[in-house]
């Protein structure tokens, strides 16, 4: 149930934003993100950033403008389980780091939370 639909909306567009920025920042680093990637043990990083890309770019695009949302959300959410595992593992990091990488994890769970609320709440009816 949406209250405010106007609200919905700047939430929808401010949570899309996130990972339609990031997916063309990793477009404009490709080769950088690959070797971050490829740091992080991740296997066929090429790959993955491509996909990466694809999920963020175009997924955040679909939440922004409204497009099948609830589906979108749900994938949007499942990347976002898998790279806080992979990029935010505050428990294997060195003690400078912890911190950082601690805000970093609770940072995406919240956004988790977010894309799943996004899913159970969309009504198709999101473009209007």
């Known amino acids: 149930m949406q209250t405010s639909p106007t609200l919905y909306r700047i939430g929808r567009v401010l949570l899309g934003s996130l990972f339609f920025i990031s997916g063309i920042l990793k477009i404009t680093a490709f ?19 491509a996909a990466t890309i694809v999920v963020e770019f175009g997924g955040g695009l679909a939440i ?9 959300a749900i994938v949007v959410a499942l990347f976002t389980v898998a790279a806080t595992l992979t990029a935010h593992r505050f428990w ?3 003690p400078a780091n912890v911190q950082n990488q601690l805000n970093n994890f609770l940072k995406n ?11 159970a709440t969309d009504d198709g009816k999101s473009k209007q």
């Not at 769970?109 to 899913?119: D, E, F, N, R, V």
Request: aromatic residues 8%.
């Open 64 to 72: 922004m403008s409204g497009w099948n949302v609830r589906p979108i």
């Open 109 to 119: 769970i919240s956004i988790i939370g977010a894309l799943l609320m996004l899913a």
């Open 92 to 94: 294997e990091a060195d």
């Open 31 to 49: 080769s950088g993100v690959v070797g971050y990637m490829t740091s992080l043990g991740v296997p066929l990083a090429t790959f993955a950033v």
